[in-house]
């Protein structure tokens, strides 16, 4: 590389690190958080402008933005796949089934039709099938319902069935996998609106759902706010350095400068 | 909900019972598969309609009708993946492979070969390779002999490679992974035709091998035409039900009054 | 077609018959619209609910509903394509562009920056950009802010750029050409919120816009919950009509007793 | 290039040069064809084994090959666009409409549903739709009825909608464009089973229309197998010569030994 | 917006205006793109260094750089389409087919044949085949020679077929249209290597051709230097003003500072 | 089958057996071999000449010649996923992370930074993620900074994630999982350029990694010229068999005649 370019690559970066630096003042400051909380009590904030905003900030960022303020790792693992490339925000609606092999009761499922009947706009349906992986916990009919009811999106630790269906009203499901089979008969209904562990994941009930091409994360409904601001800066930092290393072709300034991997 | 809707919706509701309840007395009952039993025998339904019946009913069904007609899991698990998008029926052919490290015998997988140049038009290559997730147990080559003697289909439970070739002359094959390898020089023909535990399920030869983006499922030929009606009514009923839940918005209404999930 | 299933098939389609009759007596009947409507304005229907039910109904019913209850033909051509499958509606935000061919006016555009700034969560952005089919009318920066302002999506007489950028934020555009240009120093911003005529239909500010993978259907705001009410009424007819189809495989006796193609 | 490589690459050509040579001696000579012919008269191919090769034969080699014995351009433009890969051949069942524009006949268009329950397995339904760029002439429910009477495909001279649902049940359709409106209203049954110009080629009712992703060839039923056996000796040429170009990198040599293009 | 939010946002425009200013002093003025193309001259880049650079740079960039400093319109129009996802650059091979309708010549095209060979890595072949839409300029032979010979990828002004085996082999081409017919006997070769208008923009023998999901251009051999630096600034620019809109959520004020749309 | 046919048949074999017996004298035979490595000793073979040569190459090919000559598995398992479908070749660079949980160093991946920074044209990036299936060892930052130095592809045993960006950059990676989440206080570089274990093959700096649509292996650098050779035989043998199969339909015959499967 000659000179010149050398310094004209030195004082883009210099830029940039007064960018970020200014950046980082003007909105990371523990003052600017603060602010915005008192701004948020008083102004209200309401739960379709959250999710507004989450379905707009990068799985990823909320994943690593959770990490750091709460120490938890939640994000559901690699073996959760959705039907078709998606990105949805919504509210958890929680159902788990335990297994009841070979049994009759008609009724065995009523509570997570119950459970689906109650969600509407902006729910995100979580089920739990245990050991589930080969069992369709879900498949049209229910899709079909949770399309209707305005759901944003399903998020199965266990299998999907009637894909082709799904994927025709562009329904949005995240599973382990997919298979023809059913819950009937060998699955009982074992609660609603309850704690979950989802793919090693605890989802609450009103927790947020959030769910793009990198995968499926919660985040506790009480570190809604603060989670989606630090994640909304993180995505900033990412969107902003890939203008840079692009042009400087070196990721080790850029992460140096701008002080995050 | 104002009242006048729900007294639309009860209307609907019941109209459905109807309907269903109908149905239900014109297809479902004993009186009635008998008699086409009977119709079968006599008019003698050919294995090709037997099989365009079968191209035409979804997988899903069939592994529900076969499971309460005979209590047993005929489906395939989540491993099994096709190369791409297809809905296929036919019957089984069966081949199994052993493992043979290292062997040098040029003639170790004759047999394979033969199986499948006796194989024809509504053939599905139905194949196991023993502990052969990360050994291509068929490829191009094979793909293209099956694809010129017309077969449906193969499913492989062990690897598949050359997909891309596979994927060009629309060959469908469903395996458990995508790999590069060969099973020359490391697996011995062990039998064609004969009974297969494939991804857990038993495939006897003739066997309906039936897939769709669902996934796969194996029906004995004794039992095909019962199953095929039952798993034609549950189509009937499921697609029925899906009108309903878009106006009903409700998943428990309509799962009570049609009787099913 | 042997006696027996003559007979089943015909009671079938009785019940049908029944069914949908009754349903159309408690759905289709002038009173029930009067009904509705009366409901509507006093229960006061949201915008959010209206937008949530037409992100449910198929495109095609809609168009259907319109020629029905309007005479007019209110779809766009073959020509407008989406830029991957999508299904939005929401409220028309419109905007046009004039030629002004080699014009240096970095403020010839601002207008149409303007009108982006001021549409929100549930705007539509329909554009028409002049004998625009090789200028991309817009690109990754207008539709960044688009999504970020919430927008269901756009609608392009003209061409789109940064379509895999687009792709990667998943903000839906349709249009009628993927080209790299610009209309930056060729157009001139003649106007918001104004009618334009888009493909051959005239869109109003605030008109409804609904698209699906069959295409782009715009509805007068005035007609939009009579228009809807019907629309679902179709779909639900056409839902239904599938079962029957495959079941009976005729569409002739479909056709003549469910009333509609 | 050295001369050992020269010398190598100049073997591999004479021996593709023999090795075609005896397959044209054996294959594309007069008397073969005769004697082939004298077989099938006596032998008595069936129109389901003709299909069957047909489905596998490239339409590109059938176009080439009845270009070359009939001197006749009987291909679809590219205007013919299929709603997903597919590869399929059958007997061409056609139908006519013309426009009849506010027409309020109820039975407008029952001639078309006539024609498409007597259809069976192995027809190709081709249609023309004038001036119907813009006019969907087939949807989900006709897709559902051609799919249920085991149609191979359907070929529209116009639109087509439902694209959603007939890629859900996987009916192969070829369309000028995709559009939400109807033909209902607008357009009349003008005959079906008679010669039609579907996108510019002659299509009479029981020719073979072969579709696969490089569009649609239509072949007289009375040239069918002299057409298929000389498309199968293209298509063996032409796979022949892939693997001779990859190794001596050079078009024009292969192209001068194996005598086509 | 309240007050703090409104402080922060104009912190944030004011750093990216210092940010984008500093940057144009460095990059954008006239003394550094002579002081870069000296160093280019002395220090000699290579070719492969400037494909290198234009694989990575964004066709609309190099397109709006192009008309910047030409005042000329070098790309292709929404007519030209590839077969799958791709992104290349290299320089042009040029290529010109002429009707010449029912000639028997076997020599007819061989120029085409020569020109390819002649062809090697980075080329990229271009072809314009008279009033050719509706006939396949190249196919799965040719694109294999291309292929075998490192060709960086195809534009034919007119079809192309094979595409199946295309996009097996990965060869990536833009062509007008897809049909399964030939150019033998109905087109004759009329020179290589000569200037060409290809979709209505001149292609001169080694101009740069460079390609993405956006679309083709043509550069110049003697601009081509030029064009990418100023593309390259445009790209900088542009991938800046994304986190910044995301922010902001204004693409007035953001246009505005950055000075470009 | 007729005598006539089967006569042809035998006789296109005996052509086929001809024909390949030739090509393997002239290209397989100890001393062609020997001859072209002096060739290559004195002519000297570029890198760029190996890779462009092992970018047209099968991976399938590649891993039976490695086994062939060397008896050694090197390819990569079914776990290995590519983000879109894609071909390339390079030379590894590799890296390794070791966990360290919950480490607060900001310096910890340095010098995997630093391993990127030094890649360049047909650097292939190799990472091993110690148990790192649900770890993204690398996203859209890493992976825009390969992109910018002109990687050809990344290869990592573990995560990734950003993948919308790194499909919308079209930069190829193959990982075992895509998950949200980081490495950043979970790992330490644990050195780079070494030997490591990548899903269960053992990589070495400089080594070749070929990737396409069956899946990745790894040549050492020593055998690449001897392996290339014998994968374009068996390429060569491979495609030339096709057309072969096509035209007899038994596998068994033509892998008699071939010698291989």
Chains 1, 2, 3, 4, 5, 6 share one sequence.
């Not at 589930?132 to 299998?159: C, F, Q, S, W």
């Not at 890939?242 to 070196?250: D, F, L």
Request: aromatic residues 8%.
């Amino acid at each position: 590389m000659n000179k010149f370019l050398h310094f004209v690559k030195s004082h883009i970066i210099a830029v940039s690190v007064l960018f970020i630096a200014l950046s980082a003042a003007a909105f990371g400051g523990t003052g600017f958080l603060r602010a915005q909380s008192a701004a948020e009590t008083t102004a209200g904030f309401s739960d379709n402008a959250l999710l507004a905003d989450y379905r707009r900030v990068e799985v990823a960022s909320v994943s690593d933005a959770l990490e750091q303020l709460t120490g938890r790792r939640m994000y559901m693992s690699h073996r959760m796949h959705p039907l078709f490339t998606t990105k949805f925000a919504g509210f958890a609606r929680t159902v788990l089934l335990k297994k009841d092999e070979g049994n009759s009761d008609p009724a065995a499922l009523n509570g997570m039709l119950e459970a689906i009947d109650q969600g509407s706009t902006d729910s995100v349906y979580v089920m739990v099938v245990e050991d589930g992986e080969n069992i369709a916990g879900m498949g049209g009919l229910m899709g079909t319902a949770m399309a209707a009811r305005g759901y944003a999106g399903a998020v199965i630790d266990g299998g999907v069935r009637d894909v082709a269906y799904l994927r025709k009203i562009g329904f949005p499901v995240y599973a382990t996998g997919i298979v023809p089979s059913t819950s009937v008969h060998h699955y009982r209904f074992a609660g609603s609106q309850m704690p979950v562990t989802c793919d090693g994941v605890t989802v609450n009930a009103g927790d947020i759902v959030a769910a793009d091409s990198d995968g499926v994360v919660v985040v506790p409904r009480s570190k809604a706010q603060e989670v989606l601001t630090l994640a909304q800066q993180m995505d900033f930092k990412e969107h902003s350095m890939y203008a840079v290393i692009e042009q400087t072709k070196s990721i080790l300034e850029a992460v140096k400068k701008f002080g995050r991997l």
